[in-house]
């Protein structure tokens, strides 16, 4: 019964590293996002995948990159990691291709911290 | 400009006291309102979806519902285990085509205290 899974949960980086943040969800749905959480500020998104070998930009995508490795696993890569990538990183999945009201089901962040 | 606006930005309940949380939304054709209740150092956990307005939804000590212009989550004598942040989301037509897009609020910070 595990859901969304995200590893790691917690990373510190130096300015410059690069590093890939992994999600798998076992639900078997199509869709899965990847989304940033900032203070006083709501979540945003920042790729998509409507479907198993799509990807989309969302509102925030610069200095991110992103794979759907197949149907359960979407990973994000920050290729030159910048102090304004701090932040608390969601992966969330939902039944439908692409957003059609169908609510999403998230992981419980990745916490990433850029010196 | 699509917004989705959560207030207050925090609130402080005791026991049983009932209380309302706001979100507010300007967007171009609304296809769904989402609540979510967010706990420290998890993620969003789904509670309900609204469609149309005058529709609502109930969950225990809670209760959603949903006009043309906002959603309120009304909360009927709250206890120290319904603390958390409560999240809105909009989700609505995408004015470039494909997908529709999904706004969330800054959300309310819940402290409900014995």
């Known amino acids: 019964n595990a859901g969304v899974t995200q590893t790691p949960k917690f990373q510190v980086l130096k300015t410059g590293q690069s590093m890939t943040l992994q999600c798998a969800q076992d639900?078997?749905?199509?869709?899965m996002y990847w989304y940033r959480q900032d203070p006083g500020m709501g979540l945003r998104l920042i790729y998509y995948s409507a479907s198993e070998g799509t990807t989309d930009k969302g509102e925030v995508p610069n200095g991110y990159n992103v794979s759907r490795l197949n149907k359960r696993e979407f990973s994000l890569r920050l290729e030159s990691a910048a102090p304004s990538q701090t932040s608390v990183y969601f992966c969330a999945s939902s039944e439908a291709v692409g957003y059609s009201n169908q609510p999403q089901h998230f992981g419980d962040g990745t916490r990433l911290s850029i010196l | 400009e699509d917004q989705v606006t959560q207030s207050p930005e925090a609130l402080r309940l005791q026991e049983g006291e009932s209380s309302s949380l706001n979100c507010s939304y300007t967007v171009s054709g609304l296809r769904g309102l989402f609540w979510y209740r967010q706990d420290p150092g998890k993620g969003p956990e789904f509670l309900f979806t609204?469609?149309?307005a005058g529709e609502e939804k109930e969950k225990e000590r809670l209760k959603a519902t949903l006009t043309k212009k906002e959603s309120f989550l009304h909360i009927t004598a709250p206890k120290p285990e319904d603390s958390a942040t409560y999240l809105c989301?909009?989700?609505?037509?995408?004015?470039?085509?494909?997908?529709?897009?999904?706004?969330f609020g800054a959300g309310t910070r819940l402290a409900v205290h014995p």
């Open positions: 609204l469609y149309s």
């Open positions: 639900m078997n749905h199509n869709s």
């Open positions: 989301a909009v989700e609505c037509r995408h004015l470039s085509g494909g997908y529709n897009k999904l706004i």
